[in-house]
Nanobody
Framework: QAQLVESGGGLVQAGGSIRLSCAAS??????????IAWFRQAPGKEREFLAA????????SYADSVKGRFTMSRDNAKRSVYLQMNSLNAEDTATYYC???????????????WGHGTQVTVSS
């Protein structure tokens, strides 16, 4: 079964940085053919769109809440996508998910493949 696997989460101090990775697990999902997005969900809150990038990496879209702090990149040769997160604060504490779909979109239903998430905790 096609699957995405997130990694890189952990505990980071406020003001610090962390980089998340998303990789395809198995050979049935080709990341280079899909737009990839990052979402997050904090306890008691709905899942929130953060960023998305086209299959080529040429187009990207960011939520206002992370624009200027988070940067998405991808390396199709390594079948991996990354989310660099800087200037973190306590409000960034959440489980972070990557998702793959046909095109850039800010809504969950446009993405067919999801990872299980990686936890990021920002200590103040």
């Amino acid at each position: 079964q096609a699957q995405l696997v997130e990694s890189g989460g952990g505990l980071v101090q406020a003001g610090g940085s962390i980089r998340l990775s998303c990789a395809a697990s198995g050979r049935t999902l080709t990341l280079s053919n899909h737009a990839i997005a990052w979402f997050r969900q904090a306890p008691g809150k709905e899942r929130e769109f953060l960023a998305a990038m086209s299959w080529s990496g040429g187009d990207a879209s960011y939520a206002d809440s992370v624009k200027g702090r988070f940067t998405m990149s991808r390396d199709n040769a390594k079948r991996s996508v990354y989310l660099q997160m800087n200037s973190l604060n306590a409000e960034d504490t959440a489980t972070y998910y990557c998702a793959a779909g046909g095109a850039i979109a800010a809504v969950e239903r446009r993405y067919q493949y999801w990872g299980h998430g990686t936890q990021v905790t920002v200590s103040s």
